[in-house]
């Protein structure tokens, strides 16, 4: 049996030898009762990357989001995203459950929305109305094929809600794929939001873990608010190590994943019967549509996965696949041609894929 090629998702990553040596050496502490060495030096070093005062590590991207949603609300307020972003989408609507929050929803296209569209969206100071208080925004947009938010409109974005006395936060799961391709520092992105959040068990393969950076007094609210969610960890430097192995080592190599997610697009675009979302592919995640003549979509994954290429359907036409630091660029050969022949045969040959009433 050969290595499937795993594109379900960046999270499927394996720590590297070199990275459990990082880990099985990290000098630890009680970080609840102290400060863990290991994990002071990850907050302090995801701190400057980002250019904020102060980090927390946390043991996911939801618990991160979660906490940010709580620095800048109260229960009753509303905050101001994206329709299809991660905190809306698939933290289970934590917002209202954990903080008693709103939301309003704006609908973006590929995950970007246009500054104009946040011009009416602040209620009125009445007793009818919650009160609006925070913009997130996600960058790159998971739901919108990995999607790099235009920087200028970021940019007006926040500065139009920071005039409007609303607080600004980012997801920034995969801040560093937008780096990458973009070649604009995370610095220089996080510098219009007041808190942004950080995965590094996605594209930067550690497995374990997320930041919330922000100022030093958010930082200090967000630690509180950590222990009181169950995310105080004890010698969690074993796992801030990978964290810190993968910032010190992982960074430069996300343009490759970048490379190979364009190898994957272009084959699909080349490919009949399969149509490339938003026609791009901004970063490692790469969305396409299925033609009825081709099949389902569930059908199509369960034929690749059949033949050790496994990847994600994601709605009623639509498949997603994701290159990682564990897929090699001839694995991505191989893929390309996988799929190429599959949806081939199966239009060539009037064989339509059917089957399996899939739930998304
Ligand atoms: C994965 C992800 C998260 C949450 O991360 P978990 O660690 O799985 O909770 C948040 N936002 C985005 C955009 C993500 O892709």
């Known amino acids: 049996m050969t290595t499937p090629i795993d594109l379900r998702s960046d999270t499927v990553t394996k720590p590297s030898q070199q990275m459990r040596a990082a880990m099985a050496q990290a000098d630890v502490d009680d970080d609840v009762i102290d400060i863990d060495p290991t994990v002071d030096r990850l907050q302090k070093k995801i701190a400057q990357l980002t250019g904020k005062e102060a980090a927390l590590f946390v043991p996911s991207g939801t618990m991160s989001n979660q906490i940010g949603l709580r620095i800048h609300c109260r229960s009753g307020d509303e905050f101001i995203c994206e329709s299809q972003c991660h905190i809306y989408s698939y933290e289970q609507g934590a917002y209202a459950s954990l903080s008693g929050l709103a939301v309003q929803l704006l609908p973006g296209e590929d995950g970007v929305l246009d500054p104009s569209q946040f011009i009416g969206t602040i209620k009125a100071d009445n007793e009818h109305f919650c009160r609006t208080k925070l913009v997130c925004l996600e960058n790159t947009h998971n739901r919108g094929g990995g999607r790099i938010l235009p920087y200028d409109g970021?940019?007006?974005?926040?500065?139009?809600?920071?005039?409007?006395?609303?607080?600004?936060?980012?997801?920034?799961?995969?801040?560093?794929?937008?780096?990458?391709?973009?070649?604009?520092?995370?610095?220089?992105?996080?510098?219009?939001?007041?808190?942004?959040?950080?995965?590094?068990?996605?594209?930067?393969?550690?497995?374990?873990?997320?930041?919330?950076?922000?100022?030093?007094?958010?930082?200090?609210?967000?630690?509180?608010?950590?222990?009181?969610?169950?995310?105080?960890?004890?010698?969690?430097?074993?796992?801030?190590?990978?964290?810190?192995?993968?910032?010190?080592?992982?960074?430069?190599?996300?343009?490759?994943?970048?490379?190979?997610?364009?190898?994957?697009?272009?084959?699909?675009?080349?490919?009949?019967?399969?149509?490339?979302?938003?026609?791009?592919?901004?970063?490692?995640?790469?969305?396409?549509?299925?033609?009825?003549?081709?099949?389902?979509?569930?059908?199509?994954?369960?034929?690749?996965?059949?033949?050790?290429?496994?990847?994600?359907?994601?709605?009623?036409?639509?498949?997603?696949?994701?290159?990682?630091?564990?897929?090699?660029?001839?694995?991505?050969?191989?893929?390309?041609?996988?799929?190429?022949?599959?949806?081939?045969?199966?239009?060539?040959?009037?064989?339509?894929?059917?089957?399996?009433?899939?739930?998304?």
């Open 154 to 360: 970021v940019a007006e974005i926040c500065h139009w809600a920071h005039d409007n006395g609303l607080a600004t936060h980012l997801d920034g799961a995969r801040l560093f794929n937008a780096v990458a391709a973009s070649g604009i520092p995370a610095a220089q992105w996080a510098q219009h939001f007041d808190t942004v959040s950080i995965c590094f068990s996605k594209g930067l393969g550690a497995p374990v873990g997320s930041a919330l950076c922000g100022t030093t007094e958010m930082i200090a609210f967000a630690r509180r608010h950590r222990k009181m969610l169950g995310g105080g960890m004890r010698q969690a430097g074993i796992i801030a190590a990978g964290a810190l192995f993968a910032l010190e080592h992982n960074l430069e190599q996300l343009h490759i994943d970048n490379q190979n997610a364009q190898q994957l697009a272009q084959t699909i675009r080349e490919t009949e019967g399969l149509q490339l979302a938003g026609d791009r592919a901004d970063t490692n995640i790469v969305m396409f549509d299925v033609s009825s003549r081709v099949g389902s979509p569930s059908a199509l994954v369960a034929e690749l996965e059949s033949q050790n290429v496994r990847c994600l359907a994601l709605g009623p036409t639509r498949v997603r696949l994701v290159t990682h630091l564990d897929v090699s660029n001839t694995q991505i050969d191989q893929a390309c041609e996988i799929l190429n022949q599959i949806v081939t045969n199966a239009l060539t040959n009037d064989r339509k894929l059917t089957g399996s009433g899939a739930q998304y």
